[in-house]
């Protein structure tokens, strides 16, 4: 069997031209899309491909606020045969400068042909020099589909052609590091990926899907919109920006349409149950929900907790609570819980836990700590846990998580070095920490240096650069990490650094100054900032700032200061 | 006369209300002192994350809504057009 991308979208629209497959929020009213309101969306952009000779297999870069234009453009390109990537839109607190660097190594490594954006964005192109670079062509949002007929009928889509193992898509996490490794994947690796996921999750005909999440992040671009589209079962799609500043619009959706599955990661649970007045949950109906899955930051019970009690008498099942762990270098998703059974809950001794050893049931008057089962890997997916060494480990002996499966990606796009060293022995090497425990997956920490807030993946190497980059602020002595916030469910970032002599009597403007940067130049907003004298820092023998032993001492001085 | 001064000390005393209780309870930096024209929204002073925390928290103390279609910067953006808001709602 081929699978092919625009093969499965134009059968679909083939079978079912008039299905209402998506409703999407625009300006506080939902529009409604059959299948055919799509393709003639993007056969719009297809046709501007086309026109502007865009080949089968460029990249092309979409910058698209998260509205019916992304949609169209994100399957003209499909069809077109070229590869789509979705770069996180420029929010109006980012600073222009440090956007466009970003967006520079992103072209530098990707060398897209096209960039579809909306005429907001105009002057931006400007800066970008981009004759220097591959980007040869850039299409309006608002320019698309003038002087050509409606219909897609005379058009060949190249798409078609795409061969199963060529790449369908890149997918790019946010901040410098992240714009820099594009996960390539296939349209095999995507539909192996599809149809695992789909019989782990029981599909019915029943199913509707609701999401608040952006398509760049694998979640959304995956359980969030390709599935539901590729697959018929019908999407109620919600921007972010719109979702985080009314979160019961997610509520009430999910009751008005009789929404049955929604993935949210770990933060959106405390979010939710927090920021969300009785007033407008007037009438809400939840009974529909079948799986709520927590997916793509350490999953906490104390959030589930909060989101049962919460929603409990709106008629939220407990039932509904699921997991999942991912990764966009798997397509999506390595296991699921929660969908016939309920998760499992391991409460393991803490001290065995935080040495990063083994995950021991705990005994009577020991520390614990309540584990959240991630469940059993899809049926495509395999799992095993090694040490440092690359020896397989046992049943509830902590290492690092590697993973196989025939939905694996292509490579970090144009960076072979870094995708061989992702993989030992056929395994991909996650950077995560966890444990098997009656086949289940557990997931206890990250090798990575790597903070995660509300889902997102953050570098801490581009916050400490960003920070270095502050008057005062000793070049080499910044640390940043994250540490768990148990009321947001989420982490929050400190950074902690020395300061040049002559700003030691102007402390508190540097603090501010890095607060300012930080918050311009990352998707972040700082929490603590720390001034340590000379000495507190611990480094490698190096002399590298040891970000693991850094964190464990501010975490230890602080909870012995209270 | 009067009604100005009353008015402007009305507008002070809610200036001041706002940043103790923003550096507080949204911040998280009592020691953090917020200027009137400071600007909020734009500058990821307060993140999207917080905006519902900021009209849950004007709703509580002042009893003015503000929709979740008015939290950009375009509306308000420093604790003195903030400030204008919640006089131009009250009343």
């Given amino acids: 069997m081929t699978f092919n991308f625009s093969k499965k979208f134009l059968n679909q629209v083939d079978k079912l031209p008039d299905k209402q497959i998506l409703r999407m929020l625009i300006d506080g009213d939902y529009k409604h899309l059959t299948y055919k ?18 080949n089968s297999g460029d990249v092309v870069i979409l910058i698209l606020p998260h509205g019916l234009d992304l949609i169209f453009a994100y399957f003209g390109v499909i069809l077109n045969g070229s590869i789509p990537s979705i770069m996180p839109f420029l929010t109006e607190k980012l600073i222009a400068e440090k956007y466009r660097e970003d967006f520079k190594s992103l072209i530098e490594i990707s060398k897209p042909s096209a960039l579809i954006t909306f005429p907001g964005f105009k002057d931006e192109i400007k800066h970008l020099d981009t004759h220097k670079s591959s980007l040869g062509v850039v299409i309006f949002s608002n320019e698309t589909g003038l002087n050509h007929g409606l219909d897609g009928e005379f058009l060949k889509h190249k798409g078609l052609l795409r061969l199963d193992n060529e790449v369908a898509l890149l997918q790019h996490s946010s901040g410098t590091t992240g714009l820099q490794k594009g996960v390539a994947l296939s349209h095999k690796a995507i539909f192996n990926q599809l149809e695992s996921y789909q019989a782990a999750l029981i599909i019915n005909k029943d199913d509707v899907i609701v999401s608040w999440l952006p398509l760049y992040h694998d979640m959304g671009l995956i359980a969030g919109f390709l599935l539901p589209l590729l697959y018929g079962i019908p999407l109620v799609l919600m921007s972010p920006f719109d979702w985080v500043k009314a979160p019961h619009k997610l509520m009430q959706a999910i009751s008005e349409y009789k929404g049955t599955l929604c993935w949210l990661p770990n933060f959106a649970y405390n979010f939710c149950a927090r920021k969300i007045r009785d007033r407008d949950l007037t009438n809400v109906d939840l009974s529909s929900l079948r799986a709520v899955t927590n997916c793509s930051e350490p999953m906490r019970l104390s959030s589930h907790e909060m989101f049962i009690n919460r929603f409990k008498p709106y008629g939220l099942k407990e039932s509904a609570l699921a997991t999942s ?24 001794d803490l001290i065995f836990l935080q040495e990063n050893k083994s995950a021991i049931p705990v005994k009577e008057g020991y520390r614990s700590v309540v584990m959240v089962s991630a ?8 799992v095993k846990i090694i040490d440092s060494t690359g020896n397989f480990l046992n049943e509830r002996q902590i290492g690092e998580i590697v993973i196989r499966s025939n939905c694996m990606l292509s490579g970090y796009y144009n960076r072979d070095e870094i995708t061989r060293k992702s993989f030992i022995d056929g395994w991909f090497k996650t950077g995560d920490f966890g444990y098997i425990a009656d086949q289940e997956i557990y997931i206890s920490g990250r090798k990575k240096d790597l903070i995660i807030i509300g889902g997102k993946n953050i570098y801490p190497k581009d916050l400490e650069t960003i920070a270095m980059g502050v008057e005062g602020v000793h070049p080499g002595r910044v640390v940043a990490f994250g540490v768990y916030n148990e009321l947001k469910g989420t982490e929050d970032v400190v950074i902690i650094t020395e300061i040049e002599d002559k700003f030691l009597n102007n402390k508190n403007k540097v603090i501010e100054d890095i607060r300012k940067k930080i918050a ?30 850094n964190k464990k001492k501010y975490i230890e001085e602080t909870i012995s200061n209270v | 006369m009067e009604r100005i001064e009353e008015s402007l000390m009305e507008k002070r005393e809610i200036i001041s209300t706002l940043q103790s209780r923003i550096a507080e309870d949204i911040l998280n930096i009592p020691e953090k002192v917020i200027t009137p024209d400071e ?8 993140d999207s994350f917080s905006l519902v925390d900021l009209s849950m928290l004007i709703e509580d103390v002042f009893e003015v809504r503000i929709d979740d279609t008015e939290l950009n910067s375009d509306v308000f953006d420093s604790l003195d057009q903030l400030a204008n808001l919640i006089i131009s709602r009250a009343k």
Avoid: H
Wanted: net charge neutral; with cysteine.
């Fill in chain 1, 325 to 348: 762990y991912a990764m966009a270098e798997n397509v999506f998703a390595v296991t699921q819980a929660g969908i016939d059974l309920p998760i499992t809950y391991d409460e393991v």
């Fill in chain 2, 39 to 46: 600007s909020l929204i734009s500058s990821g002073l307060i």
């Fill in chain 1, 37 to 54: 309101d799509i393709y003639m969306g993007a056969c719009r952009y297809e046709r501007e491909l086309i026109k502007t000779d865009v």
């Fill in chain 1, 375 to 382: 469940g059993r890997p899809i049926s495509n997916v395999e």
């Fill in chain 1, 520 to 549: 311009r130049e990352s998707a972040i907003t700082l929490r603590t900032i720390l001034i340590v004298d000379k000495k507190w820092l611990i480094k490698t023998s190096s002399g590298k700032i040891a970000r693991a032993l």
